[in-house]
Every structure is written in structure tokens, then in C-alpha cells.
């Protein structure tokens, strides 16, 4: 017997060391129920967050929607999708357009310099979304510049970009693997909106996500993005210097995992302890201090050397660090030390009551939390038909179907969109055929004016002729009259 209809909503994170898939229900209070959760290693085909191998990673989300269509029996007909990754990064820009004198600024102006600075040419890099900053109306900035009288009206941008080679494979590994992308979203916006308070963000604060192979950094003042990076270090450049003790990279994550600490006293420190490998092998405890926090003071000044001077001072809201590396004993100390700010929080979880049998998710560890953010995210309905097990369990896969008929969505300009969301490669597909239509649709309107315009120049001439040889005769025929007077 065919499974009833369900609803549930389904997130993909793609990480260095695993990608990861979760399902769950929206509640009406709020709460996110999650009904199925499966991860996979990835880490012999995405690095620093940046798929490096398409057809490997294709067969990976393969199996991650699977897996997750066994334990849901039900069919997935979308997945909404975290965009993270090395080489995103942001830009800022600056558009500005004088106006004719006491021009009230319309929305229609807003439009066309934001439509202006979406419309950059960056060499092989691809703008994913853009968050606005201040207008400088005049000499004075404003959130909203709508309705006021101006002679000058600039619009400040942060462009967040990444490499385009990156996105297309990202975007081929879904159309290979036969996966519908419902919604791309900025995995740290994404993040910053599932453990972020709206003090933090708009008092001034610093996410710092550290993740196996990178630490993003994600800077906000007054409710705004201020500034994007990511760096490539993470938790496991610290198990790759402990292995340097001459150990495998297994037993040396084993090793962090129990004894590291990102700050320890001096007074704490003994000189004569050993560290215990296995039954045979030990380590000098003083060595491995000096190691682990030799690599974590290098990730904390990138960090530091991320947030713009002109919001240092303005952060009120602190640091805010999560993400599997946060788990280090005395990361917030390291910070503050290294930093000198004094409000340090880590994020073992995300602010949303998540209902979950799963041990992986109870743990409250930071490292699921990016994936908890995209599930938060989610808008539309990911389940199609019921899985019949009994015809599954002879391998019979005629019912595997689309599911629900789904709209095709009008391509967003940049200005339609939610800060966060990337337009999909159907929306980027649309978007460039209404494009070339209405480059079509201008030049065949420039072609007529054109037209209508010799036509007129050459009636106002042939006029021209027509009156000029009228005065020429009446002009004769008054030489004539005189002659013969």
C-alpha cells in the first residue's frame, strides 16, 4: 500500500568532511520536528568546502536523497541547498547618480543602481547576492532613501562573490545526480539567522564558523552585512600538526579531540607530563600544548584580520563562534585573549526548538548547526508520492515520480529577493532569456525610431524642396514683373 501524502522540507549541506541531508516539519509554533538525518565522507571529493570531483559528488547526493527517501518512504522532489565555500568572499561597491535639482527619490531610482551594480562584470567571478548598505542621499546616509528631495543619490553595495568554475560544478553535480534545487541559499546567512540574536546583529557582532577545512567569518552592524570571508584553515589543520608527532591523522584527531585546549596557563602546564597514544606510544604534553595552540592563535588572527577596522569598535554584540571546532576547550578564552574583546559566545545550537530522536543532533555540539539554518530556511513542500515497500523490496522503481506538479518560478531580479537567497540555474536560465528578449525587444524599438526618423527627415527635406522651388518661382515671376515695369 502506497505511504499518504506527506509535507516535509529537505536541506543539503555539502562540507569538506561530509555532506550531510536532513527532513523535517515545520510546526505552527515555530519548531522544526526533523524526521530523518544521513551523512556521507566527502572528503575525497570537496575541499574547503568546494566541490573538486563532479561525478563523485553527483553518486554522493545520490545516495543522501536514498537514504533519506528509505527512512522517510516518501519520494523527494527538491532540496533547498547551502552555498559556502572558499572563495566566497565579499566586495564592496559604489554606485552614484546625480539628479535633476529638488527630484524627489523614487523607488524606480533605488531600482536602477541596484540594477546597476548587479550588472558588474567581475573576471571569472559570479555575483550570488547582494547585500545593500547605506544611501548617501546628498551628504547624509539613509536606510531608506525613498520620498526625499536630493540633487545626488549613491548606493553602497557588498557584492558577495565566488568563482564561477565553483558554482557552475556545484550546479552540475545536482543536474547530473537528477536533483531538483528548490533554493540556494548563503550558508552563513543562513547560519547567522539560526544562532544570531537580533541585538547581536544589530549592536554589532562576528560569526565565526569553524569547520573542518575552513573558518568563515560573517560581520554585521545594525541589522546589516557588513562584511563576508572565509579562510582557508580549520579544526583539521590542527589534527594535521598533532599528527606531525608521529602518529596517523586518525589517532591524531583522537588526540584532539580528548586533550586540546585552543589556551592553557602557564601554571597548568607540566613539564614532565606524557600524552598517551596507545598502550606503547605517548607524546610530550608540553609539545602538544605548543602545537595545537600554535595553529589556533593563527586561526584567530585571520579571523581578527577579517573584521574591518571600522566595525572593531562597534561590536558590541561580541564574537560569536560555533561550528565543530568550537568545541575546544577554552576557544572563548583564546579569542579574548588574542582579540582583547571580552564578550565571547560559543553556539552549541541553534535558536529554534528542534524535536529530535537523533543523538547526532542532541549532542548540541555547533556542528550541525548550518544545516539546522538552511532546514529553517525552507519554504516549500519537498515530499512527493508514497513509497510502496513492497514492491521497493523486488526493485521495481516504476514509481518513482515527480511528485506534485511544482510552478516554475519568475526569474527575481536582485531587488525581489530576500538577503541570503540565491537565484537557482533555472532562475539564472530565465533570467538570461528575459534578458535577451528585452535586448531584442529595445533594439527592434531603436530600429523603428531610427526608421521614423529618416522617414521624417526626408519628408521635412522633400517639404523643404517643394518650398524652396515655390519661392523661387514666385521670386522669378517678381524679377519679371519689375523688368518689364
Known sequence: ???????????????????????????????????????????????????????????????????????????????????????LHSVRNTIGRDLAPD???TQEMVVELMDANWNLDYPEQKILDVAEQEYKVDNHLQMDPVGIRAARLEGNFLNILVRKSFF??????????????????LAPLALANAVLTETEKRSGCALVDIGADTTTVSVFWKNVL????????????????IASLQMEESEAEQMKLKHASAYTENSEIDPNLKLSIDLER??????FIEIVEGRVMEIIENVRYQ??????????????????????????????????????RVAKFVSTTINTSNEQLKAHNGMYNTLLGLLAKGDMNCAGNGIDQQRSLFGDDSQKDNGPVLPDRKPRQGYEKETGTIRTQQEEDLAAEEARRKKEEEERQRQEEEARQREEERRRKKENSRWNRFKRTIKKFGSDIVAEE
Open 307 to 344: 573584521i574591518p577596522d571600522e566595525y572593531y569598535d562597534k561590536m558590541l554584540g561580541g564574537i560569536i563562534v560555533t561550528g565543530g571546532g568550537s568545541n575546544m576547550k577554552n576557544i572563548d578564552r583564546a579569542i579574548t585573549n588574542s582579540t582583547r574583546i571580552d564578550k565571547v
Open 226 to 241: 557588513r562584511h563576508l570571508a572565509v579562510i582557508p584553515l580549520g579544526s583539521n589543520n590542527i589534527t594535521k600538526d
Open 282 to 287: 605517548s607524546v610530550d604534553s608540553q609539545k
Open 168 to 185: 557552475q560544478n556545484l550546479n552540475s553535480c545536482f543536474e547530473q545526480a537528477g536533483i531538483k534545487v528548490a533554493e540556494m541559499y
Open 1 to 87: 500500500m502506497v505511504a499518504e501524502q506527506k509535507e516535509f522540507i529537505v536541506a543539503i549541506e555539502l562540507g569538506s568532511s561530509k555532506v550531510t541531508g536532513i527532513a523535517g516539519q515545520k510546526k505552527p509554533d515555530g519548531s522544526i520536528s526533523v524526521q530523518a538525518l544521513v551523512r556521507e565522507d566527502s572528503s575525497s571529493f570537496i575541499r574547503k568546502g568546494v566541490v573538486y570531483n563532479i561525478d563523485k559528488t553527483a553518486q554522493c547526493l545520490q545516495n543522501i536523497v536514498k537514504k533519506l527517501e528509505a527512512q522517510l518512504k516518501t519520494r523527494i522532489v527538491q532540496v533547498f541547498v547551502g552555498v559556502g565555500g572558499q572563495s
Open 103 to 105: 527630484s524627489i527619490i
